[in-house]
Every structure is written in structure tokens, then in C-alpha cells.
């Protein structure tokens, strides 16, 4: 498998595009201004305590205010407010925590109104980002995620992930990290960490430490609702956790990123800085990769698959369903369970892909095409466990019911991914009419007269559908129409084919690339 990271830079977002073998499987949206994110910590003030949801609402400086479970207080809850009075109080000095003594673990059935009180200044952290009309959810039990490992304040606890599979390999890593890790510091061993020398396992616990000081120094002097620590952007987040060997480029069409960029891989995976590629092709990157084709392809209520058969994707506010339909796929040859299987087959990794690169998240119910053959049913279920185990979120697959109907719950922590693929059209703006089509060229040769006499330019791109792109040059170069508009106005011309736009969409552009405003 090979892997590839499509970086496109607009005037207020950044989109991530995550390619495996050229096809999408992960799509980001990043705002400019983008605040509340997965892993920001942040000075709240508590606001209303209900002993009845045993939760408690949080001022972070959102619309809406956070919300905070008992559950999401963590053992350390008792500690974590200790700390955060001695350190607003002068008393903590410094961000070790070697000789700073703990408190007891709370009760897990314990409640609010005993340990949170209304007005109180309380360090948290987001673990979901606002969705719908719901403020970020947040929890007390502080992490700070690194490469290989995730530092833990107050616990004191080294883990490992289960993905390990050697035990002398968990061995070794847990001794290397329980002899270098600071007291009263608990530590969860990543995936990636497997294999690592202890020089790259001891720097990224170092880079983790240093951000606790930084939360630190902060919280000295912040006033709530203040952020305290951000978590690094999407883009690095993104190449933090799933950087690897088979990675082949990461492509950016942006110099500030790029150099942003290079500067985090130095620190994280410095022998792969040969895969950063700046893009400055004057065709938009996503163009050229074959990105927005796929966008407008995999996102809105029908999917096609290769094999004829479909998806509809349906959403409500409870959860998501997915009907799978064979449409004209059918092989005579098989019955008609066999067919059924195929479809479900080839459904199945599609589903597993759509979820990943929709972002769906809560209960999402399958239905798949009905199959009377019980060991069909099983290795349907089987297959799609196994499609669905590159999905980094949390999720849990249950056998098929009565009715076979396979339903799942995948983890939520941000907006579902969104894409509104039906476009108003550019020529009628919406109205259903349009100009008659045999005035389409007289229309591009009218405005390229108007920009050559009023604007006085010699050189301009002209940006159209693909398929006027081969109108317009087709043939011997002499006897096309862009031969004919070259020698009739003077001015260098070039035809551009843009896939994103609509059949009878036409832009001119300057030789800096600015859009000529007609």
C-alpha cells in the first residue's frame, strides 16, 4: 500500500486529503481560525452544577458551554484541582511533580457537587469538538500525545498498546520507559513506538515533558475561559499518527505550510524529509491529483460501486443508515445467494471506507442485501470487521440480526465530514434556463475581445470544462478555434481543462493567476 498526503491551501481553510494507492480514504477540513479542537486544554470556569445529569457546564469561551461528566473527571480529578489552586496560588513553582503529593483516586460512582463547585476554576481538556447544537464535551484526565508516546500527569502508570503483539518487545519498551519516564508521570507506549531505539523513544518523552512546562507557565498567570496548550494543527496531528514506512509523499501547495511542515518532521521523523513536495502547478492541486473528481463521486446520498451496485447513505439526528443495493449487478451463473454476497462483499469495504472518509460517527445501522445462507452471513461479518480495522477511531461491530441488519457505533469527536456535491449552475444561476448553447463560443470570443481592447492584455489563461478545452484545440493547431483566436486578437492565449467546473463555466485569468473580473 502506498500512502499519500494531498496538502491544499485555500484563502480560509486548509483540506487534507489522505490518499491509499491514489484513492481517498480520509478527508479534513481545517478553518483558518479554528478553536476547540481535539486536545486543547483550557482554564474553564464552572458554571451550573446538575446533580441530576451528575455533570457540570464549563466556561471555556464557546457559544455554548462545555460539558463535563462525573465519568470524564478521571481517578486524578482531586489532584488535578489541588494542582491548579497551588500553582494559581504561587505555592507550585515548577512543573515537576516529583514532590508534589497526590490526592486519593475518587470514587467511580461518586458525585459531582462533592468534588465541582459552581465558580471554580478547573483545568480541562476537549475530547469532542462542538457538534450540531452541542458545546465540546471535556474530561479532566489530561493527556498530552507525542509520536510514540502519551504523557499522563498524576498517574504514575506505564501502559502498552494491545497492538503489540511481542511480548518481548512490550518488555523491553515498558522497562525502557519506567526507567527514564519523571515520577508522577503515567505513560501510554503507541503502536508506532514498536522497534524504536531508546534515543527516539527518550526525545519524544522529552518533546512531551517540555509541553508540560509550557501548560505550566501558562497556567500561571491565565484568566478563565483561556486556552492553556493548544494541540499541534490537523495537518501535523495527522502525520504524527500515521507516518510510516509506506509513505510515499506529502504534496502542499502552500510555502508557509511546507515550511512548517518540514520543520515538524525534523523533529518527529527526520530520515523522511525527501517525501515533503512543494506543489506550484498553476492547475489546482486537487485537480491534478484527481481529488475533487473523487470528492464529488463518494460524498451525497448515492454511491456507485464498480460492480453496478449502490449505496444510499441516510442521516438523522439519532444516527446513520446505509442501504445497500444491487442495482443492475447480477451474474447468471450464480444463485442468487452468491450474488448477494458478492454485493455485500464489495459493500462492505466501501461502507468501511465511506465511514472513515465521511467521519460518521454513533450509531450507524447496515442494511445489507438479505442472505439465507448462515455461513454467508458469518463471512460477510468477518470480511467486514476486518475492512473496518484501518479505522483509527473507536468503534464496535455486532453480528448481523434476524432482520440482517449489521449495526455499529464508531467514535464521534468532531463534525461528520460534509460535502454538498450538487452544485447551483453557473450559467443560469439557479433559474433552469440558460443561453442557447450555440451562442457558448460566441460568448467565450465576446469576452476575450472585451478583455484585449478594454484591459489591454497580451497574455491570459483561459479556464473551462475539459471537454471545451478539446473544442476549443482540437484538430491541426492552424485550423482550431484557438488558433483562430490568437491570430484575430494578438494575445498569447492558453486554454486550461478544470474537472471542477461546470460544463458551460468559463473563467479568464492574468498572467499573476488573478481572475479577470468582467
Known amino acids: 500500500m502506498n500512502y499519500e498526503l494531498i496538502i491544499n491551501k485555500t484563502s480560509d481553510e486548509i483540506v487534507i486529503a489522505l490518499l491509499n494507492d491514489k484513492r481517498l480514504i480520509e478527508l479534513h477540513r481545517e478553518k483558518g481560525n479554528l478553536k476547540w479542537a481535539v486536545g486543547d486544554i483550557y482554564l474553564g470556569k464552572v458554571g451550573k452544577v446538575m446533580t441530576g445529569l451528575n455533570a457540570a457546564f464549563i466556561d471555556v469561551g464557546y457559544e455554548k458551554d462545555a460539558f463535563l461528566h462525573y465519568l470524564d473527571l478521571g481517578p486524578q480529578a482531586a489532584t488535578l484541582t489541588k494542582f491548579v489552586e497551588q500553582v494559581k496560588s504561587g505555592k507550585q513553582t515548577t512543573s515537576n511533580l516529583m514532590y508534589f503529593k ?3 483516586d475518587i470514587p467511580k460512582d461518586g458525585k459531582i457537587n462533592t468534588l465541582v463547585k459552581s465558580g471554580q476554576d478547573i483545568l480541562i481538556q476537549v475530547a469532542k469538538e462542538p457538534i450540531s447544537a452541542k458545546g465540546p464535551r471535556v474530561t479532566c484526565e489530561i493527556s498530552l500525545a507525542g509520536r510514540f508516546l502519551v504523557l499522563i500527569p498524576f498517574a504514575d502508570k506505564v501502559s502498552i498498546s494491545s497492538k503489540i503483539r511481542s511480548q518481548e518487545e512490550k518488555v523491553r519498551l515498558k522497562e525502557l520507559v519506567q526507567n527514564i519516564k519523571p515520577k508522577n508521570f503515567g505513560v501510554i507506549i503507541r503502536t508506532v513506538a514498536e522497534g524504536k531505539t531508546v534515543a527516539e523513544v527518550e526525545a519524544d518523552l522529552n518533546d512531551l515533558v517540555a509541553k508540560w512546562e509550557e501548560c505550566f507557565k501558562t497556567l500561571k498567570t491565565a484568566q478563565p475561559p483561556a486556552r492553556v496548550l493548544g494541540e499541534v494543527d490537523r495537518t501535523n496531528a495527522l502525520l504524527r499518527d500515521i507516518l510510516n514506512e509506506k509513505f510515499s509523499a506529502v504534496h502542499i501547495n502552500d510555502k508557509q505550510i511546507h515550511t512548517d511542515i518540514t520543520t515538524y518532521l525534523k523533529n518527529i521523523a527526520p530520515d523522511q524529509l525527501s517525501i515533503i513536495k512543494s506543489y506550484d502547478s498553476k492547475i489546482p492541486i486537487f485537480d491534478s491529483f484527481g481529488i475533487e473528481k473523487q470528492i464529488k463521486s463518494l460524498f451525497g446520498k448515492t454511491v456507485h460501486l464498480k460492480s453496478g451496485a449502490y449505496l444510499i447513505v441516510e442521516h438523522t439526528e439519532a444516527l446513520h443508515v446505509i442501504d445497500v443495493n444491487s442495482g443492475n449487478r447480477a451474474k447468471s451463473t450464480n444463485t442468487q445467494d452468491e450474488n448477494a454476497l458478492e454485493v455485500n462483499l464489495e459493500a462492505a469495504a466501501e461502507i468501511a471506507r465511506q465511514l472513515r472518509l465521511r467521519d460518521m460517527g454513533g450509531i450507524i445501522v447496515v442494511d445489507f442485501i438479505d442472505m439465507r445462507n448462515p455461513e454467508y452471513r458469518r463471512e460477510l461479518f468477518e470480511k467486514f470487521k476486518e475492512f473496518m480495522k484501518t479505522d483509527r477511531a473507536k468503534h464496535n461491530v455486532l453480528p448481523p440480526s434476524k432482520f440482517g441488519l449489521i449495526q455499529l457505533t464508531r467514535q464521534r469527536v468532531r ?14 444561476n439557479g433559474t433552469g434556463k440558460v443561453q442557447p448553447s450555440v451562442l457558448f463560443v460566441e460568448q467565450i470570443e465576446s469576452a476575450l475581445k472585451y478583455i484585449v481592447k478594454e484591459q489591454n492584455l ?15 484545440t482540437k484538430g491541426f493547431f492552424w485550423n482550431s478555434l484557438l488558433h483562430k483566436w490568437k491570430k484575430a486578437t494578438g494575445c498569447k492565449i492558453t486554454v486550461r481543462s478544470m474537472a471542477s467546473f461546470a460544463f458551460t463555466q468559463f473563467k479568464f485569468y492574468n498572467e499573476a493567476d488573478d481572475e479577470i473580473i468582467m
Do not use: G, R
Not at 463534525?415 to 443560469?428: H, K, L, R, Y
Open 102 to 104: 497526590a490526592e486519593k
Open 415 to 428: 463534525p461528520e465530514m460534509n460535502v454538498d456535491v450538487q452544485e447551483v449552475c453557473p450559467s443560469c
Open 458 to 472: 497580451k497574455k491570459i489563461t483561459l479556464c473551462v470544462h475539459p471537454y471545451i478545452e478539446a473544442f476549443i
